[in-house]
């Protein structure tokens, strides 16, 4: 009897300083999430445009996972002239907008987190906000500097689950409490995204589409971290799993793909600040 083939997704890598060179990277926990609970194999694409065709290699995939990353998405690619803050990879910018595009027009899914969900955010012809971890803030995103890993990632708050949402309706729940591990998010809300979560103080923290039938859910919080003891994050897995295998949840919201301007990729790598592993 032949075993069922499982489908294949893959995951964007980071570009990163090792030593005196760079390399391709990927931090465990987000292959070990989504192959655990999706129940999937996967390869990791390389932050590598100049390199890669991305619409060759998502004529090879099932799905797509954009991950987080210590890194922020450059302010030119959403039309802000700011120099903004690093550090940057201006590799993977352009090879998930890349292959953001390819899935959707190969109708294949999409899960996003943090960074990935900002990716899509911004080609969807959203805007960032930069601001999120500001003390003042009613909410405050991001935990205090210097805090170990394990109480940055222990930084929580609650979200409200949109009516009819996809995790609304998938969970069977009204709120969740999430870990908020970020200093940026969505100022101006992506053409024809739904909101499928917000925080108490307004900031979107999930979005769902399905343009050209291609189910996108991703969400600002991390589901990886210790995914094993929280079955709502095990659930945003699962939905990406059930997409990949044609039962996918209709968004709340029919839309048409964003086609802005794309801009080129710089060669140049900024990693002024000391991140840890997001």
């Not at 991950?67 to 998930?96: C, H, K, L």
């Not at 998010?185 to 399905?210: F, Y």
Request: hydrophobic share 40%; charged share 25%; net charge negative.
């Amino acid at each position: 009897m032949l075993a069922m083939t499982r489908p294949l997704i893959g995951i964007s890598a980071d570009t990163r300083p090792y030593g005196d060179e760079t390399a391709q990277l990927v931090i465990e926990r987000y292959m070990e999430a989504v192959i655990r609970n999706a129940d999937v194999d996967a390869v990791l694409v390389p932050a590598r445009p100049d390199l890669i065709d991305a619409k060759a290699v998502a004529a090879r995939l099932d799905g797509l996972l954009l991950t987080g990353s210590p890194s922020n998405v450059a302010p030119a690619r959403y039309g802000d002239a700011s120099e903004g803050n690093g550090p940057f990879d201006p590799g993977r910018d352009e090879m998930t907008a890349r292959l953001i595009e390819a899935m959707i027009d190969r109708a294949r899914p999409v899960l996003g987190i943090c960074r990935g969900f900002q990716e899509l955010n911004v080609a969807f012809g959203g805007t960032l906000a930069r601001d999120l971890g500001a003390e003042d803030r009613p909410v405050n995103h991001h935990a205090p500097d210097g805090v170990p890993l394990a109480a940055m990632f222990g930084h929580e708050h609650d979200v409200i689950l949109t009516p009819g949402g996809i995790l609304a309706s998938a969970f069977g729940r009204e709120r969740l409490q999430v870990n908020s591990v970020h200093f940026q998010g969505v100022d101006r809300l992506g053409e024809g995204l739904a909101v499928e979560a917000q925080a108490p103080d307004g900031v979107v923290e999930a979005i769902s589409a399905r343009p050209n039938g291609a189910p996108i859910l991703a969400v600002q919080w991390h589901p990886e971290w210790q995914t094993d003891k929280d079955a709502a994050s095990q659930g945003v897995f699962q939905i990406f799993g059930r997409a990949l295998r044609g039962d996918a949840p209709a968004s709340s919201v029919r839309v048409e793909r964003s086609r802005d301007t794309v801009h080129p990729a710089s060669t140049s790598l900024d990693f002024a600040r000391d991140e840890r592993d997001i």
